[in-house]
């Protein structure tokens, strides 16, 4: 669906200079638990295919990170064969190794702290230092 999503907007506006993914992660640690994709971890771990992980699983996580890499992977190679120039960025999160961090199933995988290029996904990295929890109403 988001290859079919980029490819319209690059050709329906040939002009576009760019794609931001500002949320490309999931929401949270409940999140990705569909058929598919609980069977699939499973079949690749050599677990029993009704097994479901828990949110706390190191494998899993890394397996929905993983995830997210290569969709952010597929879009960035699918953007730049339709128009060569066309600019990727990314807003990532910037938490740290924190229990924020590691609930975060939207860290790209191998990116640095140099962040030059992540590899394929995105040219630029915008990092995200606001957390979803934090409260600004009313200050």
Wanted: glycine content about 6%; hydrophobic content about 35%.
């Amino acid at each position: 669906y988001l290859e079919q999503v980029v490819q319209n907007l690059i050709q329906q506006y040939p002009q576009i200079d760019g794609i931001h993914w500002d949320y490309i992660r999931y929401a949270g640690e409940d999140y990705g638990y569909n058929q598919v994709s609980v069977e699939r971890f499973n079949r690749a771990n050599g677990r029993p295919l009704d097994s479901r992980p828990a949110p706390s699983d190191a494998a899993w996580s890394q397996w929905r990170r993983d995830r997210v890499s290569e969709t952010a992977r597929r879009l960035y190679i699918r953007a730049k064969a339709l128009n060569p120039r066309i600019q990727v960025s990314a807003a990532t999160i910037t938490w740290g190794a924190s229990a924020a961090t590691t609930m975060a199933i939207g860290r790209i995988r191998r990116p640095t702290a140099k962040f030059p290029r992540l590899e394929g996904v995105a040219r630029g990295r915008h990092p995200r230092f606001r957390r979803a929890d934090a409260l600004f109403c009313g200050r």
